[in-house]
């Protein structure tokens, strides 16, 4: 796996959709559902974490489709995550212009009020693993 370390904050892109870990609370454990165009979260489960401060990890996987875009929501990330692509590329837009492109293999890191904006930009569906790191209390 090769790590290509943490990405900064980009700006929201206008009319992109938006959803994150507080969506998940309907989500029942191994449940899809799609959270915008051409693109589907299952929800894989918490368990407890292990990092001071947190007291869950919740992970939940994306597949979108060659073309499928999304941005955070207008506050940035609401909860740090570590990610993984597992399958195809992505590319995120960072603030000042400057694309990042992301293959199989590739991880990084996402702080709190991170702001980004991605594509699925290969020619199968992206699958990328998310683990939030959840304090007492998020949802």
């Not at 915008?36 to 990092?51: C, H, I, K, T």
């Not at 000042?96 to 009020?113: F, H, N, R």
Request: proline share 9%; charged share 20%; net charge positive.
């Amino acid at each position: 796996m090769r790590c290509t370390g943490p990405i900064i904050a980009v700006t929201l892109a206008v009319g992109m959709t938006a959803l994150w870990s507080a969506e998940l609370v309907a989500q029942e454990v191994g449940q899809s559902k799609e959270v915008s165009p051409g693109r589907v979260r299952m929800n894989l489960g918490e368990v407890p974490a292990n990092v001071p401060g947190f007291e869950k990890v919740r992970i939940v996987e994306d597949t979108a489709q060659p073309g499928a875009a999304w941005s955070t929501p207008p506050t940035g990330m609401p909860s740090p995550m570590f990610c993984t692509l597992s399958k195809g590329e992505i590319t995120v837009t960072l603030e000042d212009g400057k694309e990042v492109k992301y293959k199989a293999g590739d991880s990084w890191v996402c702080p709190v009020g991170m702001k980004t904006r991605a594509k699925s930009t290969g020619t199968e569906p992206s699958v990328m693993r998310m683990h939030h790191l959840l304090r007492p209390g998020d949802k």
